[in-house]
């Protein structure tokens, strides 16, 4: 079933069906749908190797007759429209800078049967910036710095409860762009997606095992700001064995 087939039954069950009849002469809410799937794949833009980012706040614009009808659908309407923006995206591996909005306003200036849809990001493709986190049994904690140490001991950047890890066990490279993972000469070892490694390049949600802990890489929109670099120059020579971004 087609992404806006599905979204034509999901309305069809949030208003009993009636739909297809109501909205004859005017704008259906799968045409909306569509404006709103057109308007992602428009505006997306490449910001890195691993990202796509495509505007979090939409505006679907329509005449007063169309606007009028849509409203009487209530909430489910909404709802519907926001989670079809939000698979859509996942499904093309789209970004954004911010929580997804979506408005319908009137425009008198459109005759009845037309949509429109405008859309702007939090921040332009030029000025995002993306951050690196890991997230460890189910919390975030950010890297602010250019090498983060993971291990049970307490000198650890962070500490983790797990007996099987060394003190000082994996340290985490981030230069605001790329990420590295090596390991620091631990007694059980680490791996990365399964697989044995001493040292290697970091992709977004790739997963880091120490012990029993999982530890998941993850890049993150942030609002626009200015980059800053480590002051390690090892740090950031080392990002090279991954490869240029």
Do not use: C
Request: hydrophobic share 40%.
């Amino acid at each position: 079933m087609g992404l806006l087939d599905s979204f034509e039954k999901g309305i069809e069950r949030a208003v009993n069906g009636a739909f297809a009849k109501t909205f004859r002469s005017g704008v259906q809410p799968v045409e909306i749908a569509s404006a709103l799937r057109s308007e992602l794949d428009a505006k997306a833009a490449v910001v890195s190797r691993d990202r796509i980012l495509v505007p979090n706040t939409l505006e679907v614009r329509l005449a007063h007759a169309d606007h009028e009808r849509m409203q009487a659908i209530g909430s489910a309407l909404d709802t519907e429209l926001r989670q079809l923006v939000e698979r859509h995206a996942r499904e093309q591996n789209y970004s954004f800078a911010g929580p997804v909005s979506i408005t319908l306003v009137t425009d008198e200036k459109l005759s009845t049967g037309t949509v429109r849809v405008s859309s702007r990001s939090a921040a332009t493709a030029e000025d995002v910036s993306w951050q690196g986190v890991v997230e460890i049994d189910g919390k975030q904690h950010t890297l602010i710095k250019s090498r983060t140490v993971i291990g049970r001991g307490s000198d650890a950047d962070i500490t983790i409860p797990d007996a099987g890890t060394s003190r000082r066990h994996v340290e985490i490279l981030w230069d605001g762009r790329r990420a590295m993972v090596r390991d620091m000469g631990s007694t059980n070892g680490t791996q990365l997606n399964g697989q044995k490694v001493s040292e290697a390049a970091l992709t977004p949600d790739s997963v880091v095992t120490i012990g029993r802990t999982r530890i998941t890489f993850r890049v993150v929109a942030q609002a626009p700001r200015t980059p800053s670099r480590p002051a390690d120059d090892d740090a950031t020579r080392l990002f090279d064995l991954g490869g240029s971004a």
